[in-house]
């Protein structure tokens, strides 16, 4: 089993800015691609960014140009720094982590999720 433990969500300003981190730990041969999704209540989820185990980034229209995907190989821990906060990026904010077994399967896991709230 693989454990991910999200940290950094609050509230913050307008213009503001958060650190979200997620940390992978439990039974993991190798870490995949790992990541952020976010969702609004009666939306659907939404991607936020992604990034591959070798440091390839994808970006969701509403987080290019703000926000920024790293990860930690060693920590097996991922983060999302938000810049420029607006109203509209307030959500739940999901973690999730692709992990691979010695068999060569992949296993997608979420974690518990994380609320930011961005005022006006």
């Known amino acids: 089993q693989v454990q991910l433990v999200e940290s950094g969500g609050g509230l913050v300003q307008a213009g503001g800015s958060l650190r979200l981190s997620c940390q992978a730990s439990g039974s993991i041969f190798s870490l995949n691609a790992m990541g952020w999704y976010r969702q609004v209540p009666g939306k659907q989820r939404e991607l936020v960014a992604t990034?591959?185990?070798?440091?390839?980034?994808k970006y969701g229209d509403s987080a290019k140009g703000r926000f920024t995907i790293s990860r930690d190989n060693a920590k097996n821990t991922v983060y999302l720094q938000m810049n420029s906060l607006k109203p509209e990026d307030t959500a739940v904010y999901y973690c999730?982590?692709?992990?691979?077994?010695?068999?060569?399967?992949?296993?997608?896991?979420w974690g518990q999720g994380t609320q930011v709230t961005v005022s006006s």
């Open positions: 990034i591959n185990s070798d440091g390839s980034t």
């Open positions: 999730f982590a692709v992990v691979a077994s010695r068999g060569g399967y992949e296993y997608d896991y």
